[in-house]
């Protein structure tokens, strides 16, 4: 019921560093980076009929947030992981640290049932971070016995939001 478009631009690296400490032991960092940044303006119910709408142009107060030029949606994640791995004899193990952390925002208006404009601007952090042991026994052929553990240390925070009316209607009116 409107004209609409998207587009997603997602880009990501990781890296992995293996150095071999002896022959039964290794230690290995895990690098990764991803990034996502997504130009939209969708019907978001899809159908003919203005019942929730995605719409254009953002007001003022959000310009910031999600004008044209920027995106609708911004995410960045980066994780490093340091892992011990290792055999001996009957066991092999693994031990390690992880640490995450993530940051996004997203901003729009929405049209509902043609009556109502909102707007809408949000950030989020996270972060994760953990400590982790595998221990792997095979007393025979065939059979394998593991035992493992793992702690997680986790936030998560909206950070900023601005939610409010743009425009008078029967069931909505300004900030």
Not at 85 to 106: A, I, K
Not at 120 to 125: D, V
Not at 149 to 166: T, W, Y
């Amino acid at each position: 019921d409107g004209n609409q478009f998207w587009r997603q631009e997602t880009g990501g690296h990781s890296l992995t560093l293996d150095w071999k400490v002896n022959p039964r032991n290794t230690l290995k960092s895990i690098t990764g980076y991803r990034e996502f940044e997504t130009f939209a303006n969708p019907d978001q119910d899809g159908t003919p009929y203005p019942i929730y709408v995605s719409s254009d142009p953002i007001p003022a107060g959000l310009q910031a947030w999600s004008n044209p030029g920027k995106p609708l949606f911004k995410y960045h994640q980066w994780s490093q992981e340091l892992q011990w791995v290792g055999h001996t004899n009957n066991f092999n193990y693994v031990g390690g640290l992880y640490y995450f952390t993530s940051n996004g925002r997203s901003g729009g208006t929405s049209l509902f049932f043609g009556l109502t404009h909102t707007d809408s601007a949000y950030e989020i952090e996270d972060s994760s971070t953990a400590v982790y042991a595998q221990l792997d026994y095979q007393p025979v052929e065939g059979l394998t016995l593991t035992a493992g553990l793992r702690k997680n240390f986790d936030k998560a925070e909206l950070v900023n939001r601005v939610f409010g009316c743009r425009q008078s209607g029967p069931y909505c009116t300004p900030p």
